[in-house]
C-alpha cells in the first residue's frame, strides 16, 4: 500500500479531508512529527458479507483426513489436560 508522507500539523488542519482521501483513495498516509515516523493511517477494512464468505470458503486449503483425524486427536488430550472450571465466587 502506498504511503504518503504528511506531517502532524498539516494532518490535523486538515484531519476531515485526510481521512476521507484515505477512506475513498484507499492510500494510507504515515504522519511525522519533526521528520520522525509518528503514525500510520491506513483505511479499515469493512466486514464481509455471508455471501462474500461462502464464495471465498471453496478457494481456503482444507485439512486432509488424516490431518482432521490428527487433529481431533490433538483436540481430545488437550481437553484432558483442562481443569474443570470453578466459581471464585461458589
Not at 504511503?3 to 500539523?9: A, D, G, N, P
Not at 492510500?27 to 512529527?33: D, I, Q, R, S, Y
Not at 488424516?66 to 481430545?76: C, K, M, P, V
Request: net charge positive; proline share 7%; hydrophobic share 40%.
Amino acid at each position: 500500500m502506498k504511503l504518503r508522507q504528511i506531517t502532524v500539523t498539516e494532518a490535523a488542519r486538515n484531519f476531515s479531508d485526510l481521512v476521507s482521501s484515505i477512506h475513498y483513495q484507499g492510500h494510507g498516509a504515515l504522519l511525522v512529527k519533526g521528520g520522525k515516523p509518528m503514525v500510520r493511517m491506513v483505511p479499515a477494512r469493512r466486514p464481509r458479507t455471508g455471501g462474500e464468505l461462502a464464495a471465498l470458503w471453496p478457494t481456503l486449503a482444507h485439512l486432509t483426513p488424516a490431518e482432521a483425524g490428527s487433529f481431533e486427536r490433538d483436540l481430545l488430550v488437550s481437553r484432558g489436560h483442562l481443569h474443570p472450571l470453578a466459581s471464585k465466587w461458589d
